[in-house]
């Protein structure tokens, strides 16, 4: 094992409407075994060679689901997505970056790419990770989790909303790592994305940026 594995408090604002920050304690992990990695929320297995990295098989846990609460009477929950794709890490001298696309395997409610670059520099005994990109998701992805059909519209109130097409969302972040003792650390991330409109102009939705963010204490395999 190469890497950080640990344990991390995890927050993600809301963006429905009454819906309340999602906070969790969680296993943390960083790492590679042989073949196998972890990258937080991603796990995967490199396989052929291509470029500065490999060919990767990626799944991803996902939070994006969200009970309906006293806010919205007549919605229906929506269970988060089950994404499971192909991905790639292309390390460079200036930096890295990240690409993957899933699909959401949970009744085939559309697709989910990103395109992320990672930098890196070193401030006396903290390393400094700055990250800037942009999300796709597809029409059916956004309208399984922000759509309203027509029996809902029925229902709650509010009016249908079909997205007419796809959503960019550009994202940027910043990462640390804090050494604290022998190959114990902290290791922290706050991430910030813009909602466009195809997410932003669903009647359950009252916010227009989302933060997430989490502090890891982790243990370092060199």
């Known amino acids: 094992v190469s890497g950080d594995i640990g344990i991390a408090g995890y927050v993600s604002m809301p963006i429905v409407r009454g819906d309340k920050a999602w906070t969790s304690i969680l296993p943390y992990g960083y790492f590679e075994y042989g073949n196998a990695f972890m990258r937080v929320d991603t796990v995967g297995y490199k396989t052929l060679k291509i470029g500065y990295g490999h060919l990767e098989l990626v799944g991803r846990l996902s939070f994006e689901g969200f009970k309906a609460n006293d ?3 007549g919605i229906q929950d929506r269970e988060s997505p089950i994404l499971l794709g192909l991905g790639s890490f292309q390390k460079f001298d200036w930096g890295g970056v990240f690409v993957n696309a899933f699909v959401n395997a949970s009744a085939n409610h559309g697709y989910l790419a990103e395109a992320i670059y990672a930098g890196k520099f070193n401030t006396g005994p903290i390393t400094f990770y700055p990250t800037a990109g942009v999300e796709y998701r597809s029409g059916k992805y956004v309208s399984h ?13 509010r009016p249908a909303y ?9 994202v940027l972040g910043l990462a640390a790592e804090f050494p604290i003792s022998g190959n114990w650390g ?37």
């Open 145 to 157: 989790l922000y759509g309203v059909n027509a029996t809902e519209a029925l229902t709650s109130g």
């Open 162 to 170: 079909t997205p007419d097409g796809f959503s960019l969302i550009p």
């Open 71 to 73: 806010d919205l009477p």
């Open 186 to 222: 902290m290791n922290l991330q706050l991430r910030q994305r813009w909602l466009d409109g195809a997410i932003k102009n669903s009647p359950l939705v009252d916010k227009s940026t989302q933060t997430t963010g989490y502090a890891a204490l982790v243990y370092r395999f060199k």
